[in-house]
């Protein structure tokens, strides 16, 4: 089955990416994407944590099967010894769209792989996966201070389409 096959349901998308006989797929000669695992959370960790949402391999674990019961996945670029990128993917079914929508929530490369392609590769592998899945649609969050990351996507063919607003609700007020 091709990379990043048919991420199907909202739920056990996991289990539906599938880059074929190896479950992987090669992006140089040192890396290859493939589906990350419980067992990364280390390394999704490290990643995560510099983009500002710090978040220790424990608090993953915890999450992590109900985050994948809700429609969530991630692909991992895997090099000698260490994960150089991860992109997380959601795909949603929503009222007003024929068809679902796939959702990138994040995407960061390892500040010393950089300038490798490994984000474009992941990005492509990303919108191959929602693709088999049978989305119609996918977009990308990114935090308005990340303006390289916003060059980023534009070059990939990414439009400013919209504004997402957000607010903290339910918080402890310390008390």
């Known amino acids: ?30 890396a290859r994407i493939r589906l990350a695992t419980i067992g990364d959370a280390l390394e999704l960790s490290r990643l995560i944590s510099p983009l500002g949402y710090p978040v220790g391999a424990e608090a993953i674990v915890r999450s992590w099967r109900a985050w ?18 991860v992109v997380t993917l959601h795909r949603m079914t929503v009222l007003h769209r024929p068809k679902p929508v796939g959702r990138i929530t994040s995407l960061v490369v390892d500040p010393g792989a950089r300038r490798r392609g490994l984000g474009r590769a992941l990005t492509l592998a990303a919108e191959d996966a929602f693709c088999r899945a049978g ?11 990340r303006t390289e ?22 918080l402890a007020d310390g008390g």
């Open 149 to 170: 990351a916003h060059s980023f996507y534009e070059h990939l063919g990414y439009e400013r389409t919209s504004f997402r607003f957000a607010k903290a609700v339910g």
């Open 135 to 145: 989305c119609g649609l996918v977009e990308v969050t990114s935090h308005m201070r």
């Open 68 to 85: 994948e019961m809700e429609g969530n996945s991630a692909l991992v670029v895997e090099g000698p010894g260490s994960l150089l990128g």
């Open 1 to 30: 089955m091709p990379a990043a096959a048919g991420l199907g349901k909202l739920t056990g998308m996991a289990d539906r990416i599938d880059a074929g006989p190896d479950r992987s797929r090669s992006v140089d000669h040192e």
